[in-house]
């Protein structure tokens, strides 16, 4: 069974401060995304990666960069947050199965609160 | 880029009645179009998918449905219960595993 971990459920952070958000799979997939989900507006693409070491702007990069310096671990950094970067943050992970298109398999996630 | 409109936003149905789901797609390239349900509190999770090569697929109560020419696919969800009541997305992908989300249908299902 895939198993997809966020370090938090909720976070309450401080303008200005550099934040962090770790995600872990346990399932060896090559592919890991960030989406931030609010109302009204879906789950939008922020960062993915296919590969360690490898990162590709989503949808909505602005404001965040990622992290991947081992296969089961995708971080999302804040450098510097800002109120409107307050939502829900997932994480998902992905087979490339032979380049096959494949279930994204999403953590719980991560609400994010910035004051 | 792929865009995704899907509608309604929310929808009510009587239990035991018919559910439908639309979304619509601009990219004519993409293959891939999943169904995901989010319960309240809980995960997004794959409910059922489709591939560009199928019309319709089916699983138990659950269907989709796609339209090529006119880019769009439907969720249906016959005989819904109280536990069908979640929020639906659909997506669709081009290039492999990036997925574009539609804004999501608030299903309510009243007993």
């Known amino acids: 069974d895939v198993k997809v971990t966020q370090s938090s459920r909720y976070l309450v952070k401080r303008t200005g401060e550099k934040v962090f958000l770790e995600c872990v799979q346990d399932?060896?997939?090559?592919?890991m995304f960030w989406y931030r989900q609010d109302p009204g507006l879906g789950l939008r693409l922020i960062y993915f990666?296919?590969?360690?070491?490898?990162?590709e702007k989503g949808d909505i990069p602005e404001g965040y960069s990622v992290s991947r310096e081992k296969k089961e671990r995708f971080s999302l950094i804040l450098e510097s947050a800002s109120t409107n970067q307050t939502s829900m943050y997932l994480c998902?992970?992905?087979?490339?199965?032979?380049?096959?298109?494949?279930?994204?398999?999403f953590g719980p996630g991560t609400r994010l609160t910035v004051l | 880029g792929e865009n995704v409109e899907q509608h309604p936003s929310t929808l009510s149905v009587q239990e035991g009645d018919s559910a439908v789901i639309k979304c619509t797609y601009s990219d004519s390239a993409s293959n891939y179009f999943p169904w995901y349900k989010q319960e309240l509190g809980k995960r997004p999770q794959l409910i059922i998918d489709i591939r560009s090569n199928v019309g319709e697929k089916k699983d138990q109560r659950i269907a989709v449905t796609l339209n090529k020419t006119a880019k769009h696919f439907s969720l249906h969800i016959t005989e819904t219960q109280p536990e069908d009541s979640a929020v639906y997305f659909c997506?669709?992908?081009?290039?492999?595993?990036?997925?574009?989300f539609g804004a999501g249908t608030i299903l309510r299902v009243k007993s």
């Open positions: 399932m060896d997939h090559e592919n």
């Open positions: 990666s296919y590969d360690v070491k490898m990162k």
């Open positions: 998902a992970s992905s087979s490339s199965g032979s380049g096959s298109l494949d279930t994204q398999y």
């Open positions: 997506a669709a992908s081009t290039n492999g595993n990036k997925l574009v």
